[in-house]
């Protein structure tokens, strides 16, 4: 019989250093004949500037209110395993905006406060919004 080798164990590298070592039966082989693999022709990449707005595919979170700096919003979010204060608002002008968080100042007292993108349910604005669609890809 043959020694018992954990699953991991390379039977065809053993066969190479261990003479002792039964030799594979079976020849890898596929089951179809093996064809050239060709690259796939891509249409080049258009992208649609608009002057002060987003690239048309763009149309993430913080470019939305990269594109609002500047604007008063109202920003509701939620915390969870908070006893003191599960949910709470922030208002204020909007002054920068990252994947992962959103600034904002008090215009009254000028304080700022830095919030994570990952507590935020939903954002208001009390005036028009800087936003382009993103175009129907057909």
Known sequence: MYQYYPYFYDLFSAYQYD????QP???MQPMYPMQPMLPTPQA???RIE???QL???ESYIENILRLNLGKI???YMTFENNKEWNAKVFRGRLEAAGKDHIIISDPETGKRYLLLMVNLDYITFDEELN???PAIQR
């Open 50 to 52: 608009i002057p002060g």
């Open 44 to 46: 080049p990449e258009r």
């Open 19 to 22: 003479q002792n070592f039964p």
């Open 131 to 133: 936003y382009v669609p």
């Open 55 to 57: 690239p048309i595919e």
């Open 73 to 75: 919003a109202t920003i």
């Open 25 to 27: 039966i079976m020849a």
